[in-house]
């Protein structure tokens, strides 16, 4: 059974620092792995979709990366911003029994301090 | 606007009611899901269509729930008899049957059961 963890739980930076959450999964045999971002009592936006051939991927100020074999990813934010508040899910999509669903992490809360 | 919809957004109800949300998902995508989100925790996968075929269906959803999705476009999820353990924010999620398979959610509806 697929588990997916990320640390920290909670992250409290000062604004403009540069930071990077971690998500590890137990099973290596995925299709693609996609981080998100949710803000309180709301839908969750896609950041980055990195598929399971490629290493990383980058958008704007995000790039996260993916080792398969080791079973972990890192999202990298540069020059943090107090909009950047949120919380950020990995999830991990794979292909035991011909699933489609993702298997989500608890999520790391982030708070970028003004 | 051209992302997933779901309504209603907000749902109280009383122990024992029933309740129907509905999802409408990006217009080309063939592919729909339901996740159910605690508190403090990922969401976690309900069930799954591929046009009107419901393929999946997770341990979670017990017989008192119940999803369609009869034309392959919007979907409903009914749960009968709630229970105060329901209390939730139900997300749904569409995608397009491709290797990537990048899915977006809507705003989810939340579940107070009183």
């Known amino acids: 059974k697929q588990e997916v963890t990320q640390i920290p739980a909670a992250l409290s930076v000062p604004e403009g620092e540069n930071l990077v959450l971690n998500c590890s999964f137990t099973d290596s045999a995925i299709y693609n792995l996609q981080w998100f971002r949710q803000d309180p009592g709301k839908g969750l936006t896609s950041l980055l979709l990195?598929?399971?051939?490629?290493r990383e991927q980058t958008s704007g100020r995000l790039n996260a990366s993916l080792d398969k074999s080791s079973g972990r990813s890192t999202l990298y934010i540069a020059a943090s911003q107090p909009g950047d508040s949120a919380t950020y899910l990995c999830?991990?999509?794979?292909?035991?029994?011909?699933?489609?669903?993702?298997?989500f992490g608890k999520g790391t809360k982030l708070t970028v301090n003004p | 606007d051209t992302g997933v919809s779901q309504n209603p957004r907000h749902k109280i109800t009383k122990r024992g009611q029933n309740v129907t949300f509905r999802c409408d998902p990006i217009s080309e995508h063939n592919r729909l899901y339901w996740y159910r989100q605690t508190l403090g925790q990922g969401p976690e996968f309900l069930t799954y269509f591929q046009n009107e075929a419901q393929l999946e269906k997770s341990r979670l959803l017990s017989d008192r729930f119940s999803a369609e999705r009869p034309k392959g476009s919007f979907s409903t999820l009914e749960i009968q008899r709630t229970e105060q353990g329901d209390s939730a924010m139900y997300l749904c999620a569409s995608s397009l049957e491709q290797v990537w398979d990048e899915q977006f959610f809507g705003p989810g509806t939340r579940l107070t059961v009183l």
């Open positions: 999830a991990v999509r794979g292909f035991q029994g011909g699933s489609e669903k993702l298997v």
């Open positions: 990195i598929q399971s051939s490629q």
